[in-house]
């Protein structure tokens, strides 16, 4: 019998204020709550936070940006980072990026980006994401992302 999918989703625990109330751990943590929900409707397991698990298919890190305070509430998008050598994430990402632009309202602001850069997508066992789900300092951003 096949196995099913595993993601393991590890929402932010970072304390960022968002303008209209919360923080990013909060909405981080409700938002993969849901997506474990939808994802579970689908037969994908998933793992919530707590240690990256080995037997996990795909790392997936949700955050939010925060813009530069000269850019503040003037950048909007969602980027969908993954490591450039790896074929698996590079494919993950075209699929969530697909995804992500059928409900984030401007889809063209809605990209994959590739990063040899970022520590946490290199050294993963897993294939591995980084979601930067809009910037919570954006009025509509945050405005899409608590809704």
């Known amino acids: 019998m096949p196995t099913m999918p595993k993601i393991y989703l590890k929402p932010s625990s970072r304390p960022h204020r968002y303008p209209n109330g919360g923080d990013e751990a909060y909405w981080m943590h409700r938002i993969a ?3 474990k929900k939808e994802l579970a409707a689908l ?10 698990q080995d037997d996990c298919g795909l790392r997936l890190t949700l955050r939010t940006h925060a813009a530069p305070e000269e850019m503040e509430a003037k950048l909007k998008g969602v980027e969908v980072f993954y490591y450039s050598y ?3 994430a590079k494919r993950a990402a075209e699929v969530f990026t697909a995804c ?3 409900v984030y309202p401007e889809p063209q602001l809605v990209e994959a980006a590739p990063t040899p850069a970022r520590e946490e997508l290199r050294e993963a066992r897993v294939p591995a994401l980084l979601v930067e789900l809009g910037y919570h300092d954006n009025p509509q951003d945050e405005a899409w992302l608590v809704n």
């Not at 037969?43 to 990256?52: F, I, R, Y």
């Open 33 to 35: 709550a849901a997506v």
């Open 43 to 52: 037969s994908v397991d998933c793992v919530l936070g707590g240690e990256p």
């Open 86 to 88: 790896s074929p698996a």
């Open 100 to 102: 992500l632009k059928e």
